[in-house]
């Protein structure tokens, strides 16, 4: 079966300094991933998403940026992490298929980021 | 601008009763319509998914009908339990990447 994992659970850091989450998959190859953020109070806010090793898409102009070094992983970092960057982290990923919309996410369990 | 509008008022029902929560969407065409639970504190999973040439979709007790006429999508709960009580969010796909609501949060009472 598949696995989604991702660490740190929570976090506490301050402004200006760098940050750096993962995200692995385990029991599927292929897949696309996806980084969102939940915000207090606000919904789901798609970050950026990767159809493919070292192929990243942005979706929202801000300062992280994300990576995926390998087929299953997937990093989403900052250089200075802002107070406006705290929020609940979620990745996720699917199947990769020609119709995207056809095919469920399946959510990790998140990482609390509070910027202090 | 696309818009999925779901009612962020919380919806308070009594055990046994049939909850019903409403999925608004605009200037989208969407295929697929996607329904996901949220506890707090939780990553969303999955419960739903229906096309747009499905009038209706079942499984167990939920039940989801998709309106592309009407832009709609309704979500129902049937026979109630405590333990439905969650943040249900809707979904459109956009490219690869899927829209959610800010959804809907249930509180069913014993």
């Known amino acids: 079966s598949q696995t989604i994992h991702q660490w740190p659970a929570t976090l506490v850091q301050p402004v200006g300094s760098p940050l750096s989450l993962e995200c692995t998959v385990e029991g599927t190859s292929n897949p696309n991933l996806y980084w969102y953020r939940q915000a207090a109070g606000r919904g789901l806010q798609l970050l950026f998403y990767?159809?493919?090793?070292?192929?990243i898409s942005s979706e929202v102009p801000q300062n992280l940026s994300a990576s995926r070094p390998q087929d299953r992983q997937f990093i989403l970092s900052s250089k200075k992490l802002l107070l406006s960057d705290s929020g609940f982290y979620l990745c996720?990923?699917?199947?990769?298929?020609?119709?995207?919309?056809?095919?469920?996410?399946?959510f990790g369990p998140g990482t609390r980021l509070t910027v202090t | 601008s696309q818009k999925i509008e779901q009612n962020s008022e919380a919806l308070n029902i009594q055990e046994g009763k049939t909850a019903t929560l409403t999925c608004n969407y605009t200037n989208y065409s969407p295929a697929y319509l996607q329904w996901y639970r949220q506890d707090p504190g939780r990553g969303p999973v999955f419960l739903l998914l229906i096309r747009e040439n499905e009038k209706e979709k079942r499984k167990e007790r939920l039940k989801v009908t998709f309106d592309t006429t009407l832009k709609q999508s309704l979500f129902h709960i049937t026979a109630s339990q405590p333990a439905d009580s969650a943040t249900y969010l809707c979904?459109?796909?956009?490219?690869?990447?899927?829209?959610f609501g800010k959804g809907t949060s249930l509180l069913v009472t014993p």
């Open positions: 979904a459109l796909n956009s490219g690869y990447a899927l829209n």
């Open positions: 996720a990923w699917s199947v990769r298929g020609r119709s995207q919309g056809a095919y469920e996410q399946y």
């Open positions: 990767s159809v493919g090793i070292g192929q």
